[in-house]
T-cell receptor, first 113, second 108 residues
Framework: NAGVTQTPKFRVLKTGQSMTLLCAQD?????MYWYRQDPGMGLRLIHY???????AKGEVPDGYNVSRLKKQNFLLGLESAAPSQTSVYFC????????????FGPGTRLTVL | GQSLEQPSEVTAVEGAIVQINCTYQ??????LSWYQQHDGGAPTFLSY????GLEETGRFSSFLSRSDSYGYLLLQELQMKDSASYFC?????????FGRGTSLIVHP
C-alpha cells in the first residue's frame, strides 16, 4: 500500500498561473481533505470531501477549487496563483468510522513568485 | 467553531519526561487527536482520546478531561528523534481543527 501520495512534490509558479495538485489514496477512504501549512499557523483546512462527487469548503477556501470525480483521487486547483498561496499543501484521508485518524500525504511545496 | 491552544515550544533533555498541553473550546466535540510532524515531513497520527482518561502507546500517552476541556500528550524516556512538532486536533464529526503546534526540542 502506498497510502496517500501527492504530485508534484515541489512547484514554482508565477503570479497568475494556474495549476492542479493531485492527491491519491489506496486505502478506500471515504473522506479526503486538503490543508495548507504556513509557519506558526498549524494546518488549515481548505476544502474537504465526504465521498465521490461531493466537496465542501473548509476554513480557507478562497482562491482554490477542488474535484472528487473518483473515490481515490482529490484534486486541488489554483486558477490564478497569488504570492499569498505560497505554502506547503497536505492532502489527507480518513474513514468514516475513524474520522479522527487522518493519514497524510508527503506534501507539496508551492512557491508563487 | 473550534479553537485549540497549545504552547508554541517546549524543551527537555534526553531521557526526561515532557508533557504537552492542549486546551480547547469547541462545539460538537467528539474527541482529541495528537499528531507528530518532523521538519520537512508530513503529520503522522499518534493517538486519539474519545473518552476521559489515559491512553498509553509505548513511550507516548495521551490524556483527556472533557469536564476541563483539556488534554495532554506525555512523552517518556525522551530520545533525540522525538524532536518534532506536535499537534492536537479536535474532530467535530469529520471536520477536524488543528492547534498551531508545539515544537519539542530535545537536548542531549
Amino acid at each position: 500500500n502506498a497510502g496517500v501520495t501527492q504530485t508534484p512534490k515541489f512547484r514554482v509558479l508565477k503570479t497568475g498561473q494556474s495549476m492542479t495538485l493531485l492527491c491519491a489514496q489506496d486505502m478506500n477512504h471515504e473522506y479526503m481533505y486538503w490543508y495548507r501549512q504556513d509557519p506558526g499557523m498549524g494546518l488549515r483546512l481548505i476544502h474537504y470531501s465526504v465521498g465521490e462527487g461531493t466537496t465542501a469548503k473548509g476554513e480557507v477556501p478562497d482562491g482554490y477549487n477542488v474535484s472528487r470525480l473518483k473515490k481515490q483521487n482529490f484534486l486541488l486547483g489554483l486558477e490564478s496563483a497569488a504570492p499569498s498561496q505560497t505554502s506547503v499543501y497536505f492532502c489527507a484521508s480518513s474513514s468514516p468510522d475513524q474520522a479522527d485518524t487522518q493519514y497524510f500525504g508527503p506534501g507539496t511545496r508551492l512557491t508563487v513568485l | 467553531g473550534q479553537s485549540l491552544e497549545q504552547p508554541s515550544e517546549v524543551t527537555a533533555v534526553e531521557g526526561a519526561i515532557v508533557q504537552i498541553n492542549c486546551t480547547y473550546q469547541t462545539s460538537g466535540f467528539y474527541g482529541l487527536s495528537w499528531y507528530q510532524q518532523h521538519d520537512g515531513g508530513a503529520p503522522t497520527f499518534l493517538s486519539y482520546n474519545a473518552l476521559d482518561g489515559l491512553e498509553e502507546t509505548g513511550r507516548f500517552s495521551s490524556f483527556l478531561s472533557r469536564s476541563d476541556s483539556y488534554g495532554y500528550l506525555l512523552l517518556q524516556e525522551l530520545q533525540m528523534k522525538d524532536s518534532a512538532s506536535y499537534f492536537c486536533a479536535s474532530g467535530g464529526s469529520y471536520i477536524p481543527t488543528f492547534g498551531r503546534g508545539t515544537s519539542l526540542i530535545v537536548h542531549p
